[in-house]
């Protein structure tokens, strides 16, 4: 079953049995061509050979004294058996061979005689024409086993056919290598379509695609343009949308701070901190698009100068030790080692501004977010370890989504922080896995590793 579902889906597996087939088709063929014409070739000799030894015998009048047969063996070797009949057919007067019970024939020719079953049933007979003039000439007949012929002819057959037996696992590797050479440019393609990048896709190279294929990646290259128009489209949307909704949206928050002071009453006051709440998730959920936005754009080349991990991340806890004290959580740095890599530093600040931050605002009060560089299997990689909730395992691999915030967590926010970071990370070959911590690891919690090679 596998094999006939490998065959239908591979074109390798095709070609191949389609060439086992043509291979096989041919051993058969010439097998069976060396069947034939050495057929009528050991037909041809040997009725030859029979038609001059009764001839020569035809000749005498009187009856020859015949050498018998040492045995059955010389029937199975092809052995002529001669027999000399009365003129007028009636009495055999002597034979090489007497128990070969084959009578005279009533035509003189060739003929083809059956006797009783078994190895020598079958006989080739050749029954020499009596001279004219001569009509009590004596009769001479020559027998041979047709077995003998048959297994001379088979035994050819096999013989031609066994080379291309012999050859076939050998012309399988062949077929095979020739298969896999014919194959590679489509290797190339594949090779070529797996490196693509999402946001910054290119045409597969056609170069030396063959002719049959050349059409499918012409299309596909195609597809891979219109694609990469919809996409800057929808980046350009995203950006534009975001940048018109920036400016109000800060002359709306400054508008209400300066209506601070003359709001008062504790109703108006629960209101007008609803108000300010919803304008900085506003706010916030604006620069997230544009942070997105600006992750979707093309790859940009390297950085001048390696950047280093550790100062970067202190002065990323520096920036965002307002919203740890407004949140009340502690946070702790570790720093076993000191690796340097070469990425932006705006995009690591991207990375892990957006990890601490998540892990900040699912912390709740009194609890402590630790951000730990060190080594795992001689990697270098950096932890932010949290004491919030943790995640479901139903919505571990679903986190990475954009808008999508696991529910009942009553943490405000857009569901794009972690969608980002992976952006960022996933564009300079770096990867973010999460987890939630065991009892061995700190009790309840997350834990966000960055992979940074």
Not at 313 to 337: K, N, T
Not at 358 to 381: E, K, P
Request: glycine share 10%; charged share 20%; aromatic share 6%.
């Amino acid at each position: 079953m596998r094999f006939a579902a490998w065959r239908r889906r591979s074109l390798r597996g095709r070609l191949l049995v389609w060439l086992l087939t043509l291979h096989l088709g041919v051993g058969g063929l010439t097998a069976w061509f060396s069947y034939v014409a050495y057929g009528r070739l050991i037909h041809h000799f040997m009725d030859d050979q029979m038609r001059l030894l009764a001839d020569s015998y035809a000749a005498n009048r009187k009856p020859a004294q015949l050498q018998p047969l040492s045995g059955a063996a010389d029937l199975a070797r092809g052995a002529f058996v001669l027999q000399i009949w009365s003129a007028d057919g009636s009495a055999l007067l002597s034979s090489s061979w007497p128990a070969v019970a084959v009578p005279l024939q009533p035509q003189p020719g060739f003929s083809d005689v059956r006797t009783l079953p078994g190895e020598y049933g079958a006989w080739r007979v050749y029954t020499a024409a009596v001279p004219e003039g001569h009509p009590g000439h004596l009769r001479v007949q020559v027998v041979q086993s047709d077995g003998f012929r048959q297994h001379s002819v088979l035994r050819r057959a096999l013989l031609e056919g066994l080379p291309v037996a012999l050859l076939l696992p050998l012309a399988m590797l062949l077929l095979w290598w020739i298969v896999s050479i014919a194959l590679r440019p489509l290797g190339g393609v594949v090779r070529a379509v797996s490196t693509q990048d999402a946001h910054h896709l290119v045409d597969l190279p056609v170069a030396r695609v063959p002719d049959e294929i050349a059409p499918l990646v012409a299309a596909f290259n195609g597809l891979l343009m219109r694609l990469q128009a919809a996409f800057t489209t929808q980046r350009r949307f995203v950006q534009d949308a975001a940048h018109e909704l920036r400016s109000p949206m800060t002359a709306i928050a400054l508008q209400i701070e300066n209506l601070r002071p003359h709001v008062r009453g504790v109703d108006a006051d629960a209101r007008f901190a609803q108000l300010e709440a919803g304008v900085q998730r506003a706010l916030h959920l604006v620069e997230q698009l544009l942070s997105l936005s600006r992750q979707e754009a093309p790859t940009p080349g390297g950085t001048d100068a390696p950047v280093d991990v550790v100062a970067l991340l202190r002065d990323s806890l520096g920036q965002l030790m307002v919203l740890a004290d407004r949140r009340g959580v502690e946070v702790g740095f570790e720093g076993d080692i000191a690796p340097q890599v070469d990425v932006p530093a705006s995009e690591l600040r991207c990375v892990f501004d957006n990890l601490i931050d998540n892990a900040l605002r699912y912390t709740g009060a009194g609890s402590l977010v630790t951000v730990r560089v060190h080594a795992v299997d001689g990697h270098a990689v950096v932890d932010v370890l949290d004491q919030g909730p943790g995640i479901p395992a139903e919505w571990m691999a679903r986190v990475f989504d954009r808008f999508v915030r696991v529910p009942g967590s009553g943490v405000a926010g857009s569901g794009l922080g972690l969608a980002i970071a992976q952006a960022a990370a996933a564009r300079y070959g770096m990867r973010i896995e999460l987890r939630n911590r065991g009892e061995a690891e700190g009790g309840a919690g997350l834990i966000a590793r960055v992979h940074l090679c």
